[in-house]
C-alpha cells in the first residue's frame, strides 16, 4: 500500500525538475534558432538583393552591347556606302578617261617648213576629250596613261627631202622621213606613256631651205589614249 505513493513521489519529484530543465532547454532552442532563423532571413534578404543588382547589371550590360553592336553596323554600312560610291566614282572616271580621249586633225594648206618648226594641223576631225590644240598643234594629255601617236606626213617639191619628228615634251620620241620627187610618204606610230599635262607634237627638223609638206587634208596626226594608269 505505502509503495503507491512513495512511487507517486518519486514519479514527481523525478518529473517535474526533468519537465522544467526540458521546458528551459527548449526555450533557450528555441530563441537560437529564432536568431539564426532571423540571421537566414538576413543574409537571404541580402543575396536577394545582390541577385537583383547583378540582374539589373546585365540588363544594363546586355542594353549596353546592343547600342553598341547597333552602332558598329551602322558605322559598317556607312563606311561599305562610302566603298562603293568612292570604286563607283573610280570606275566612273577610268571609263570616261578610256572612252574619251582621241583625236585626229589634218593639214589643210601645204606649205613650207622652217627647222624646228611645230607642224599646226588645223582641221580637226575629231578631238574627244579636247587634247588636241589646233591653233598650236599641241596634244595635251588629259589624265596619265599609255597613249598611241600616229603622222603621216606627204612632201612635194622636186629636189626636197622632208624629216619629221613626234616630240614629247621636248624629246623625240618617232622620226619619218619622206622624199619629196614623188609625192613621198613618210609615216609613224608611236606608244608613249605620259603623265597627265604632258605634251606631244610634231615638228619639221633639217634643212629649212625648201621643205615643203602637203596639206589638202593628205598629211595628218592623230592620237588617242589606250590605257589610262
Ligand atoms: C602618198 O600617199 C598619197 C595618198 O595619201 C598617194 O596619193 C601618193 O601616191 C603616195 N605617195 C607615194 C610615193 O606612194
Known amino acids: 500500500m505505502s509503495s503507491i505513493p512513495v512511487l507517486q513521489l518519486l514519479c514527481i519529484f523525478s518529473v517535474i525538475p526533468l519537465v522544467t530543465c526540458n521546458s528551459d532547454v527548449t526555450k533557450e532552442t528555441l530563441s537560437s534558432l529564432q536568431q539564426q532563423v532571423q540571421k537566414l532571413q538576413t543574409a537571404f534578404q541580402h543575396q536577394n538583393e545582390y541577385i537583383k543588382e547583378l540582374k539589373d547589371d546585365a540588363r544594363e550590360q546586355k542594353e549596353n552591347f546592343e547600342k553598341r553592336i547597333k552602332y558598329l553596323e551602322d558605322a559598317n554600312n556607312n563606311m561599305k556606302d562610302h566603298c562603293q560610291i568612292q570604286c563607283r566614282g573610280q570606275q566612273k572616271r577610268v571609263s570616261d578617261a578610256n572612252a574619251g580621249i582621241g583625236f585626229s586633225a589634218s593639214l589643210s594648206t601645204s606649205t613650207a617648213l622652217g627647222d624646228h618648226q611645230i607642224i599646226v594641223f588645223d582641221t580637226v576631225v ?9 591653233r598650236h598643234g599641241h596634244f595635251t594629255a588629259p589624265v596619265t596613261g599609255l597613249y598611241a601617236f600616229s603622222v603621216t606626213a606627204m612632201c ?11 616630240v614629247k615634251d621636248g624629246q623625240k620620241i618617232g622620226v619619218a622621213f619622206a622624199n619629196g620627187n614623188h609625192y613621198d610618204n613618210g609615216s609613224k606610230l608611236v606608244v608613249v606613256p605620259l603623265q597627265e599635262g604632258q605634251m606631244v607634237w610634231v615638228e619639221h627638223f633639217g634643212d629649212p631651205s625648201g621643205n615643203k609638206i602637203y596639206g589638202n587634208t593628205y598629211s595628218t596626226f592623230s592620237g588617242f589614249l589606250i590605257q589610262a594608269y
Not at 126 to 134: I, V
Not at 156 to 166: F, N, P, R, V, W
Open 156 to 166: 612635194y617639191g622636186s629636189e626636197t627631202e622632208l624629216h619629221i619628228s613626234i
Open 126 to 134: 575629231s578631238n574627244d576629250g579636247n587634247g588636241y590644240d589646233s
